[in-house]
């Protein structure tokens, strides 16, 4: 029932773009994308509901594709602020209040 | 300022005694829940409240405890606390509906030892 996150890990130079995958088993209604700092609390970034909708925020963006029940994140030019723990959550059906969380993928940005 | 404000931030503590976490919100959220997270495994829900009086479990309640007789409290209850829930706990909250415009608060957390 977890979503599954890919990569587990990935390590880019800073100005390099990254793609973080989260697939379900289940039919989605909605994706919420995380960043957790070490030792910090998550921090929200976006949220796509079902409609295939791509959203972006600065140079953060995402993607729905409910048919294939995935979505994607995409962090361009990435900056050192962006390391963290990046964490998907799924809920299925709408007004879900459960949300299930994939396992989380680790992005480390070096200069 | 939005504020989602656990107690304690770290506890250790040994099996069988009895300790509750503290969550409190000033949002005036419906929504609250407990989150547990553990290396490997991403973030799990424990319970969650859709209001006052209004609770339900998550993916992983066993062991655990909550009640929400006021809006902006939600504590978690662990009666006989074991080993095996030695984890980083997360309380969240949120507006009732989901919607693209709704952020869900998380706190700082709370870092549980049980020996």
């Known amino acids: 029932q977890q979503p599954v996150q890919s990569p587990q890990a990935v390590i880019l130079r800073e100005g390099e773009d990254a793609v973080i995958n989260c697939s379900s088993s289940?039919?989605?209604?909605?994706v919420h994308w995380y960043r957790q700092k070490h030792g910090e609390a998550p921090i929200f970034l976006m949220i796509?509901?079902?409609?295939?909708e791509q959203k972006g925020h600065d140079k953060i963006s995402a993607s729905f594709n409910e048919k294939k029940q995935q979505s994607s994140l995409y962090l361009t030019a990435s900056q050192l602020s962006y390391s963290g723990t990046y964490f998907c959550?799924?809920?299925?059906?709408?007004?879900?209040?459960?949300?299930?969380f994939g396992q989380g993928t680790r992005l480390t940005i070096n200069p | 300022e939005a504020q989602v404000t656990q107690n304690p931030r770290y506890l250790i503590t040994v099996t069988g005694k009895k300790l509750t976490v503290t969550c409190s919100q000033n949002m005036n959220h419906e929504y609250m829940s407990w989150y547990r997270q553990d290396p490997g495994l991403g973030l799990r829900q424990i319970y969650y409240s859709m209001n006052v009086e209004v609770t339900d479990k998550g993916d992983v309640p066993e062991g655990y405890k909550v009640s929400r007789k006021e809006k902006r409290n939600f504590p978690l209850i662990l009666e006989s606390p074991s080993p095996n829930q030695t984890s980083l706990y997360f309380c969240?909250?949120?507006?009732?509906?989901?919607?693209?415009?709704?952020?869900?608060?998380f706190g700082a957390g709370t870092r549980l030892s049980v020996l």
């Open positions: 969240a909250t949120r507006d009732r509906d989901w919607s693209s415009k709704n952020i869900q608060y």
């Open positions: 289940k039919a989605l209604y909605s």
């Open positions: 959550g799924t809920g299925i059906i709408q007004g879900a209040q459960k949300l299930v």
């Open positions: 796509l509901l079902k409609g295939g």
